[in-house]
């Protein structure tokens, strides 16, 4: 039975597909449980370029798995930028600001990107422009009607086209920009036998107003421990391995389902849950916040945060009969594996 948490980014139904590149699509519309939060994954074939295109009602987060790319923006208050980006670096585009991805290399490239709605509103420019008469157009450029009689009129994105020509990189794209951001080149602030972390939030990259991202590895001496997020939804993607979750609903029904490369999951505000590696390679996850600074509250600080006697009452139990539970000020976010795998 499919878990009501987890939906598929590789074996999806496509948005867009052709031998320029493809586009899937998670949205509540595939995983109505998701609120706040979705994702795509975009495929762009060498020298094809994702369109001019803004989202009306959505910030865009994204990460680049592979390849490089010329990121172009027209922020609000016509700021221009450029930059390029190549695996596993970021990028962040607010919402309403026009922006395209060309693929600059030799090979394809692929990305993942977060948006911070459940329903991304998108437009672009050739439907912009489809919606305007050629006198309308020909006054907004100085130049008569006649000249944009070629362009194909269509209301609707044409989402990936091919490039005519060589990149055209401008020089600015060289330089750093604040739309951009190398999480990969971060240090990791969590780093043990048991994974890692590295994080793009707003006290690193302070562009992040609504969303955030964790690069979370998790190796088989590892697991996070079981927590919840008091303030925040959490969307995850499977980027490589295996691993397994188990997730409280409020009703009491627990979900614990399986994860594989291309596997998004959701999980609301404050519901408990927790992420165990499976099998012997390390798992690889790219985590989406709906805020610039996800908080924790992990199990092992719970139970710092009460009396012993407080804890045997709620459990049911004597307090000669309830564990040395460690004094924990701080949630670890990572633990130990010490124990074989549940089966």
């Known amino acids: 039975m499919q878990s009501k948490h987890v939906h598929s980014l590789k074996h999806g139904e496509f948005e867009f597909n052709t031998e320029l590149g ?6 509540k519309n595939h995983l109505p449980i998701l609120k706040g939060l979705s994702i795509k994954r975009l495929i762009l074939g060498a020298g094809a370029i994702r369109e001019p295109h803004w989202h009306a009602n959505a910030t865009e987060l994204a990460y680049c798995v592979s390849g490089k790319a010329l990121i172009g923006v027209l922020d609000n208050g016509s700021v221009f930028s450029s930059f390029i980006v190549g695996a596993g670096q970021m990028f962040h585009i607010p919402s309403g600001a026009v922006h395209h991805i060309e693929n600059i290399g030799e090979v394809e490239a692929e990305f993942i990107i977060a948006f911070r709605s459940d329903l991304p509103e ?17 006054n907004t450029y100085d130049l008569p009607g006649s000249a944009f009689e070629s362009i194909a009129r269509t209301t609707m994105g044409t989402h990936i086209v091919k490039r005519v020509g060589s990149a055209v990189i401008p020089p600015s794209a060289l330089y ?25 939030r707003v006290q690193f990259w302070p562009v992040l107003k609504d969303i955030s991202m964790y690069s979370l590895r998790i190796t088989a001496k590892g697991m996070r421990e079981p927590h919840w997020h008091p303030e925040t939804a959490e969307m995850g993607y499977v980027q490589r391995g295996h691993a397994r979750m188990t997730v409280l609903d409020p009703d009491g029904n627990t979900d614990t389902y399986e994860l594989s490369p291309g596997d998004v999951y959701f999980i609301p505000r404050a519901y408990p849950h927790h992420i165990e590696q499976l099998g012997s390679d390390e798992v690889h996850f790219l ?24 804890i045997a ?15 924990t000020p701080a949630d670890p976010l990572l633990v130990n594996r010490i124990n074989a795998r549940d089966e």
């Open 22 to 27: 493809s586009i899937i699509r998670v949205c």
């Open 122 to 138: 998108d437009f672009s420019m050739h439907a912009a422009f489809g919606a305007m008469t050629n006198a309308v157009l020909g």
């Open 176 to 200: 750093n920009s604040p739309h951009s951001f190398d999480i990969e080149a971060q240090n990791a602030l969590l780093d043990s036998s048991a994974g890692s972390a590295r994080f793009a």
């Open 287 to 310: 985590i989406f916040f709906d805020q610039p600074t996800p908080g924790d509250i992990g199990y092992r600080a719970t139970a710092s945060a009460f009396s012993r006697e407080v």
């Open 313 to 327: 009452a709620t459990l049911g139990i004597g307090v000669n009969d309830l564990p040395q539970l460690p004094f």
